[in-house]
Nanobody
Framework: VQLQASGGGLVQAGGSLRLSCVAS????????MGWFRQASGKERELVAA????????WHANSMKGRFTISRENAKSTVFLQMNSLEPEDTAVYYC???????????????????WGQGTQVTVSS
């Protein structure tokens, strides 16, 4: 599975960005997806996750109400809509895919086998 993330950039605090990640190489609805981020000097953390069908989604507490994960299986694409961005959201954002059995969200980083190349998000104050 190949994952190609895009949509990052420089935005002012309070602004919005929409990240996209296109998958290829496997039937997309067989892959649970997640968005992670890694700020400089910090561990990579899970931002949001979505089940294979898109029926179930999870968002980290600090992102609830600001970030929304979604997917369009017909387009093999997962999205992360980010609103009310804060300087603390500055990081490299990665999409990831998991083929772990089950129809729910995958929260454990070690269960993700496939990773995109990352897209930089920079939020200025």
């Amino acid at each position: 599975v190949q994952l190609q993330a895009s949509g990052g950039g420089l935005v002012q605090a309070g602004g919005s960005l929409r990240l996209s990640c296109v998958a290829s190489g496997r039937t997309f609805n067989s892959i649970a997806m997640g968005w992670f981020r890694q700020a400089s000097g910090k561990e990579r953390e899970l931002v949001a996750a979505i089940s294979r069908s898109g029926a179930n989604a999870w968002h980290a507490n600090s992102m609830k109400g600001r970030f929304t994960i979604s997917r369009e299986n017909a387009k093999s694409t997962v999205f992360l809509q980010m609103n009310s961005l804060e300087p603390e959201d500055t990081a490299v954002y990665y999409c990831a895919g998991s083929t772990r059995d089950g129809g729910t969200v995958i929260l454990g980083k070690s269960w993700y086998e496939y990773w995109g190349q990352g897209t930089q998000v920079t939020v200025s104050s």
